[in-house]
Each structure stands twice: as C-alpha cells, then as structure tokens.
C-alpha cells in the first residue's frame, strides 16, 4: 500500500542516519508485518511490546533496544505501552494507525520525548486522505482544539459554554 511504501521511506532515511524509530500500531497483524518485513528488508534489530507482552517483560525489551548499538524499530500497541515506558535511545515516533483518544496518542508519543531525550524528537502521522483515517484525524484534531479550550476557559460563565458549544457544532464532518 502507498501508506507503508511510506512508512518504508521514512525507516530507510531514519536507519540510514544510524537512528532509531518507534512505531506505534494497535494491530496485532501489522505488527507482524512490520517485525518481519522491516527486519528482513533492512537487516537492523526490531522488537515489539504488545498486549500478549506480560508487563513485567516490557522493560527488559526496552533495555534491549536501548542497549543496541546502531539503527532499530521497536513497534509498540500504544495502549500496552504507552504508559511507564522510557524509550530515549529512539527519536522518531510513527503513528502507523491513528487513534481516536488523541490523549492515547499523545502518551504513547511521550515514550520517546521525555527527560533524558537530548536528541531532536520527530513525530509522524500516517494516514489516508479521502478514508475513514482522514475522518479520525479532523475528529482528533477537534478534540485536540476542544481540550485546549476547555482547558483555557475556566471561570464556568455562559459565553465559555456557548463558545464550547459553537466550536462542538463546527465541527467539520466530511462524507
């Protein structure tokens, strides 16, 4: 598919700079492709943490991938790991499916970007246009502008209400 030709590109130029990438999918499927193509294609260390991972098992993966010398993907379910984890040897995010939580994603984003991070953090997001994907990211987009205004509007006075209400009727369905 175009999206993972992509994705493939994206690896390529991240293991070509002998960096490391973390990819976040819910797939239990995708994971596999992903372990065996990409290892197979790129030869570099691969590794996953999902559901089927005990959580006393995940840090040493971790461990592992941060104590690996040279290019690596680690691909995460960024419901089972997108908490507790440390993940500062690798500097690229890949959402390779989007989540409808945009707080899911922003957790699972912050395994890489935390204290200890001294490298540039870059984060993608993979996703279809003209799809139900293109759908989930303007709804997550939303929610993202929602949160952020309910955040700022705090004092609980009417006009804050009706400019919550207002921006949740704007908000763009595309068919």
């Not at 372990?35 to 592992?64: E, H, L, M, W």
């Not at 949160?147 to 609980?156: K, Q």
């Amino acid at each position: 598919s175009t999206k993972y030709e992509r994705l493939v590109d994206i690896l390529q130029e991240i293991f070509e700079n002998g960096e490391k990438a973390v990819v976040f999918t819910s797939f239990k499927r995708m994971t596999d492709v992903l372990i065996n193509d990409i290892k197979n294609r790129f030869n570099v260390y691969t590794d996953c943490i999902d559901g089927s991972i005990p959580a006393k098992d995940r840090q040493s993966i971790v461990d592992k991938f941060t104590d690996h010398t040279g290019p690596g993907m680690l691909v995460l379910n960024p419901k089972a790991a997108g908490t507790g984890l440390n993940i500062t040897c690798a500097n690229h995010a890949i959402h390779y499916n989007l989540e409808w939580n945009p707080a899911v994603e922003d957790q699972a984003s912050a395994r890489i970007y935390r204290r200890g991070q001294n490298k540039t953090v870059f984060i993608y997001r993979l996703y279809y246009i003209d799809t139900i994907e293109e759908i989930i990211n303007d709804r997550i987009q939303n929610k993202r502008q929602l949160s952020d205004t309910a955040i700022v509007g705090n004092l609980g006075q009417n006009t804050e209400k009706e400019y919550l209400l207002k921006a949740l009727a704007a908000t763009p369905y595309k068919k």
